[in-house]
């Protein structure tokens, strides 16, 4: 960690997001840049159409392939001290190459390093390759570890009965598992959208339409090589592009991690509120401190790290989402210093995750507290009783249970003497009678339980059975 680096991300919290840096540092994107040049000229070696760029041998082409494989900081600080002498970024790169390849059997095709590409050619290739790769390796495997903590929280607390606060106030029972299986399904289905991203590339020139291509070679098919080539580096080819790759895809990717922010920022102030209400004991560690001034401070530190650092990325993302896919004509250069923000965004994200896991490994359900406030709050049953009363078409229902009810403590015995009153069938009378707050849960169990990829409960119960897709 630097103690002086301007961002928490390299700073603070470099050892949290140290797994992000082969792909969306400096140094990953000179990397990815060196991948896609090399692979272009092996690609060109490959096509019998392109003359100038003659066929490699086994060994040469593994040459080529090391330069990127092997890429080390020596290398970035080559390309670097280039870059500082011709002010250009991607041109470094091709130098780079060119004179690594000057004293090796490749020496004749080093001026064929960067054929026919623009700038935006290589970079647009590289940023997919380094986003793909950030989020397959990092991003999603931390993503789904949290998805399914909150699964297994949500079956292990299936049954722990919970007073729900509709507008901050005591109303119908829940229980813990299924308010925490409610986000494991919402985020859930943030990630299916965010795993089912398409990563674009082109490779097509000065302004997207071959024209250097063409003029060099007119009997290439330069459309379906180029596709191909995209396509063999794993991305999804954009044949209709300026001379930059719309970037629409990136704001797609911006805003499905945005959802999914915004999601866990939901469950994180929920969380945060839960142990306000002592619903949730945190789990003390001697060495911690609290608080500066108040000893017995045990707070909730976790959860709103995480809601600073989901702002964080989401607020980048906003922008990014809505800058990007904007370009003046053809082109304009602003989308190359925006672009560089992306891995602030993603790992400020990280980073929430990180917490959340840590904010849910610290924390234990308080069955007693839970208890407490679901036998203070009797009242709630008047949903019930009004229910079944209005099953029986009593007049007045609803109204009866409000003026007793509304804004008003009950107690077991005041309920239960109004039950008593009632002009209903035995049955229900004494279904009411035996009901408690804990025990006024529906089928919160069942929906903790439920599985909602297989269509079903995770524990068979046939009372789900008509609810059919949640």
């Known amino acids: 960690m630097s103690l002086r680096a301007i961002s928490p991300i390299d700073g603070r919290y470099a050892d949290k997001t140290e797994a992000l840096r082969p792909y969306l540092s400096e140094w990953a994107l000179m990397k990815y840049r060196v991948l896609v040049e090399v692979r272009w000229l092996i690609a060109m070696s490959e096509h019998e159409g392109i003359s100038h760029v003659r066929a490699f041998s086994g060994a040469e082409t593994r040459l080529l392939e090391r330069l990127a494989a092997n890429f080390d900081d020596e290398a970035a600080s080559e390309i670097k001290s280039i870059e500082a002498f011709i002010s250009h970024d991607v041109k470094a790169v091709e130098y780079f190459i060119q004179s690594r390849l000057r004293d090796t059997s490749l020496a004749d095709v080093s001026e064929s390093v960067h054929f026919a590409c623009t700038s935006a050619d290589i970079n647009n290739l590289a940023y997919a390759m380094m986003l793909r790769d950030a989020m397959r390796e990092v991003w999603l495997p931390k993503a789904r570890d949290l998805v399914q903590l909150l699964d297994d929280w949500a079956l292990k607390s299936a049954d722990a009965s919970m007073l729900a606060r509709t507008h901050g106030k005591a109303a119908s029972p829940t229980t813990v598992g299924k308010e925490l299986k409610v986000f494991a399904a919402r985020l859930s289905r943030q990630l299916q959208q965010i795993e089912s991203q398409s990563f674009l590339g082109k490779l097509n020139g000065a302004v997207g339409a071959y024209n250097a291509h063409v003029a060099a070679y007119p009997e290439v098919n330069w459309l379906d090589f180029s596709r191909r080539f995209v396509e063999e580096l794993g991305l999804s080819h954009n044949p209709l592009t300026t001379q930059i790759e719309a970037h629409d895809f990136l704001a797609e990717l911006s805003h499905a991690l945005i959802r999914f922010n915004t999601v866990l920022l939901d469950l994180c102030r929920d969380m945060w509120t839960y142990i306000?209400?002592?619903?949730?004991?945190?789990?003390?560690?001697?060495?911690?401190?609290?608080?500066?001034?108040?000893?017995?401070?045990?707070?909730?530190?976790?959860?709103?790290?995480?809601?600073?650092?989901?702002?964080?990325?989401?607020?980048?993302?906003?922008?990014?989402?809505?800058?990007?896919?904007?370009?003046?004509?053809?082109?304009?250069?602003?989308?190359?210093?925006?672009?560089?923000?992306?891995?602030?965004?993603?790992?400020?994200?990280?980073?929430?995750?990180?917490?959340?896991?840590?904010?849910?490994?610290?924390?234990?359900?308080?069955?007693?507290?839970?208890?407490?406030?679901?036998?203070?709050?009797?009242?709630?049953?008047?949903?019930?009783?009004?229910?079944?009363?209005?099953?029986?078409?009593?007049?007045?229902?609803?109204?009866?249970?409000?003026?007793?009810?509304?804004?008003?403590?009950?107690?077991?015995?005041?309920?239960?003497?109004?039950?008593?009153?009632?002009?209903?069938?035995?049955?229900?009378?004494?279904?009411?009678?035996?009901?408690?707050?804990?025990?006024?849960?529906?089928?919160?169990?069942?929906?903790?339980?439920?599985?909602?990829?297989?269509?079903?409960?995770?524990?068979?119960?046939?009372?789900?059975?008509?609810?059919?897709?949640?």
């Open 276 to 470: 306000s209400l002592g619903y949730f004991k945190q789990k003390l560690v001697a060495e911690e401190v609290g608080s500066s001034t108040m000893p017995h401070k045990v707070n909730p530190i976790d959860f709103e790290n995480a809601e600073a650092n989901l702002g964080m990325s989401s607020a980048t993302l906003g922008h990014l989402a809505l800058k990007l896919p904007v370009s003046r004509l053809q082109r304009d250069l602003s989308d190359t210093s925006a672009l560089r923000n992306f891995g602030a965004a993603i790992a400020h994200s990280l980073l929430a995750l990180t917490s959340t896991d840590q904010g849910l490994s610290k924390v234990d359900i308080d069955r007693k507290a839970l208890q407490d406030d679901l036998d203070n709050a009797w009242e709630v049953l008047g949903e019930a009783i009004q229910t079944v009363l209005r099953k029986h078409q009593a007049p007045g229902a609803y109204e009866q249970l409000k003026k007793m009810t509304r804004g008003k403590s009950m107690s077991q015995t005041s309920i239960r003497e109004f039950i008593k009153t009632l002009d209903i069938p035995t049955p229900d009378k004494i279904r009411l009678l035996d009901l408690t707050p804990a025990a006024y849960i529906g089928l919160a169990v069942e929906l903790a339980r439920y599985d909602s990829q297989a269509g079903r409960e995770e524990e068979s119960v046939s009372s789900l059975a008509d609810l059919g897709d949640l």
